[in-house]
């Protein structure tokens, strides 16, 4: 980290910078910001699995609702029994005061972290042996299975959903409440860039593309894979737990298979974001993130009912033009912009010999 | 290569043309409009209640402002609603409560659809002290958080089907009956099982068979293939427009004989028209019916409603398009009350709400629910091939008598 180039660190003052100011100069867009610190966050920890370990995880959704279930559970059993808060038609109101309410958010997100990681390991272990479409599709059962059971645990809501705590109603200022979710997630977001940052330079991202390109090799360079898979797991569980308790209360209300394990929507976005964006890139989970929100917010109202459809029209353009990500595009077009040196003789007599 | 980046431009300015557009936010009374907003479920699993929802308010929102609208000190306004797309999923309802508030700047919400979207949309009306009128939020959960802005036409969940095993034991002779029961994982389902388990207790009825049923649910054959075995004296299903199709789909696919069957949602699912004789005998919870004998001005009767309804849209109301055009009533008569723009001074007024529609009569209790409405039960019944819902409780309104038990399937024709 120590060897920033100038060029990057006015870039990176900027984007904070830009980051912070936000929430102020379209204050109106808090929440919607908020949801792009998330996606971002989801993106690029997916990126770890899909982009640069070439296994396509759509497991990491259960580490997101995990986080929100279990902050939510935390704020709430921290202060009052969680069964009579969770209990339909609870004819008792409990009210978290200001500290409360904070200290219960501050420890609920702390095992909202180290749960999910704990469980990556588990879980990872188990099946981190399958490849290829095996490990997709046995991911994509974890999702699913998690909202099933989630909806039939009772002292988490079951099929009636969770009242995540309110705002405290001490703090009159209606903007405070925006305001910290977006900052929580604006940090998260720091937290998770230069995570993976760190990561992208050094020999343990070389190990992931070691795994990506060739396990087998890698393997026989000595390497053991196995316990590597599993680290990179936990480290996106890590994130992507809190990712989720901070949606959990941004939201207000959890419902096993709509909000939480959401494999449907937010599973599914943050693959889409990743690969728009160019997978196996620092910036594309970035950019693809920001250019699917955008999207996603600008023009969906404008088409109701049709969005889906769109949204269809779009992974196809994608997937047809754009099958690197648009990194993978921009690098195909710009290759000097990305530091390599490209010998046009030896280009053309290559094409010339296809 | 070239036409692709400028398609691409042009489509990056498109979103922020769009964007800088949306952060012009409307008023909350726009000239003659008083400008209302709602997040609706026009696609995913509720889009067809959705529809039934936005229907009925249309409706209302056409017929109040032909009709001279509302007035409020001495000047007559029109109703206008904004309409998100909420996908039926939670999440995207509470941030689209929070779009049509914070960014276009909407001061008076309607509810969307389902318990579940109305959970997730009330904290964020709460927060900011935005009155909300909702028709389609029926879990009794949303009455008991000491909401000040939430007010609901409708009556609470676990009243649905309470007077249905009321009914069953009646039919045995004052005797506790065997409940097969089957419920989607949802926050109306579940409080409807509330409601049944509270009726159990209540008149020792037991309890033999609770299944718990999937959302997006396309198949209960597990739960009926207990229900052969081990015949109850009544089976209660409740998942939406979805379980009462698949429920009625599957009972007769699987000829499954059960004295009395109860449900919701049968008339939003058009089951005497899609199913016909099939559902014949079905008993369902209903929060109105055409052939009751409320009345109001704007609508005239129940009948009436029906009738301008089918014209409009072409098919007959469901209790759900009936309530929500009952909201903007009372949104109309709170206005005017108040007589004022002010929001604390529309909830008061909504607050002492005493009034009767067409769709029944409404006041509203300490938690926002209203108090001054019973449910009512009605039967398909058949003649030929043409099928009918024919009230049978509350007494006071039946139409036709309780048909029990219902005939095997061997002895129907």
């Not at chain 1, 469980?119 to 909202?147: E, K, Q, S």
């Not at chain 2, 009374?29 to 997040?39: H, K, Q, R, T, W």
């Not at chain 2, 000829?255 to 008993?283: F, I, N, R, W």
Request: glycine share 10%.
């Amino acid at each position: 980290m120590g060897n920033i180039k100038q060029k990057d660190l006015i870039l990176y003052s900027g984007l904070i910078i830009l980051g912070l100011a936000a929430p102020y100069l379209f204050s109106a867009f808090k929440v919607q910001l908020t949801y792009l610190c998330v996606l971002i966050v989801l993106a690029m920890t997916w990126n770890l699995q899909g982009g640069e370990m070439g296994y396509n995880t759509f497991g990491n959704i259960l580490f997101y609702g995990l986080g929100m279930y279990l902050t939510a559970s935390v704020q709430v059993g921290m202060f009052f029994p969680l069964a009579e808060w969770t209990e339909s038609g609870g004819e008792k109101t409990f009210v978290h005061t200001t500290a409360q309410y904070f200290q219960g958010i501050g420890v609920g997100l702390l095992v909202a972290a180290i749960v999910p990681a704990i469980v990556a390991g588990a879980i990872g272990y188990a099946i981190l042996g399958l490849r290829g479409h095996y490990f997709a599709i046995c991911t994509l059962g974890l999702g699913i299975a998690a909202g099933e059971i989630a909806g039939g645990i009772e002292i988490i809501g079951a099929g009636q959903g969770f009242t995540t705590p309110p705002f405290p109603a001490e703090i009159v200022d209606n903007e405070a409440r925006g305001k910290f979710f977006y900052f929580l997630s604006f940090a998260l977001l720091i937290g998770t860039f230069v995570f993976v940052k760190y990561i992208y330079g050094s020999r343990f991202r070389l190990i992931l593309n070691a795994i990506r390109d060739n396990e087998d090799k890698a393997e026989a360079m000595g390497i053991q894979t196995m316990k590597y898979k599993i680290t990179g797991w936990m480290c996106s569980a890590f994130f992507c737990g809190l990712a989720g308790g901070i949606m959990g209360g941004l939201i207000g209300y959890i419902d096993s298979t709509d909000v939480a394990f959401d494999g449907r929507e937010m599973g599914v976005f943050m693959v889409l974001m990743a690969i728009l964006g160019g997978k196996g890139t620092l910036w594309g989970p970035v950019i693809g993130a920001t250019l699917f929100h955008f999207f996603k917010e600008g023009l969906w109202t404008f088409i109701l009912g049709w969005q889906y459809v769109a949204l269809g029209v779009l992974i196809v353009v994608i997937v047809v033009y754009f099958p690197e990500g648009l990194m993978g595009w921009l690098r195909e077009k710009y290759p000097e912009r990305f530091g390599e040196v490209i010998d046009e003789k030896d280009r053309k007599a290559q094409v010339e010999l296809k | 290569m070239n036409k692709l980046v400028k398609l691409f431009i042009t489509s990056i300015s498109a979103i922020t043309l769009a964007l800088v557009s949306f952060s012009s936010s409307f008023a909350k009374v726009e000239g003659d409009y008083i400008v209302l907003g709602s997040a609706i479920s026009l696609t995913g699993k509720y889009s067809s209640n959705g529809v039934h929802t936005q229907n009925g308010y249309n409706m209302a929102v056409d017929r109040i402002n032909k009709m001279g609208g509302v007035e409020v000190q001495g000047k007559k306004y029109k109703f206008e609603i904004i309409y998100y797309d909420d996908e039926s999923n939670p999440k995207r309802a509470a941030q689209l409560a929070e779009r049509l508030i914070k960014q276009d700047g909407v001061h008076y919400m309607l509810g969307p659809y389902s318990s579940g979207l109305t959970k997730a949309i009330a904290p964020v009306t709460e927060k900011y002290k935005i009155p909300m009128v909702e028709a389609n939020g029926a879990s009794r959960s949303l009455f008991t958080k000491g909401y000040k802005y939430l007010f609901a036409v409708l009556s609470p969940a676990n009243q649905y089907l309470e007077v249905a095993i009321d009914l069953a034991v009646e039919k045995n002779g004052g005797k506790g009956v065997r409940i097969a029961q089957a419920f989607e994982q949802d926050a109306f389902s579940q409080d409807v099982r509330l409601g049944i388990l509270d009726a159990a207790k209540r008149t020792g009825s037991e309890i033999i068979i609770d299944d718990k049923l999937p959302k997006e649910l396309n198949d209960m054959a597990a739960t009926l293939a207990k229900v052969k075995a081990t015949k109850p004296d009544v089976l209660v299903v409740s998942g939406h427009t979805k379980g009462a199709l698949t429920a009625i789909r599957q009972i007769s696919e699987m000829k499954v004989d059960v004295p009395m069957l109860a449900m919701t949602h049968c008339d939003a699912a058009k089951l005497s028209k899609q199913h016909g004789k099939k559902s014949e005998y079905a008993l369902c919870a209903s929060q109105w019916h055409k052939n009751l004998s409320y009345k109001d001005k704007f609508f005239g009767s129940g009948k009436k409603y029906d009738k301008d309804f089918k014209k409009e849209f072409g098919y007959a109301p469901p209790y759900q398009s009936a309530e929500s055009s009952a909201a903007l009533l009372v949104f109309k008569d709170a206005f005017e009350r108040a007589n004022s723009f002010d929001r604390d001074a529309v909830r008061d007024a909504l607050k002492t709400t005493e009034m009767q529609t067409f769709y029944g009569n409404i006041k509203f209790g300490p938690g926002g629910q209203n108090t001054a409405k019973p449910m009512i039960l009605f039967q398909v019944r058949c003649k030929g091939d043409d099928c009918e819902n024919k009230v049978v409780a509350p007494t006071k309104w039946a139409s036709d008598k309780f048909y029990h038990p219902i005939p095997k399937w061997s002895e129907r024709s």
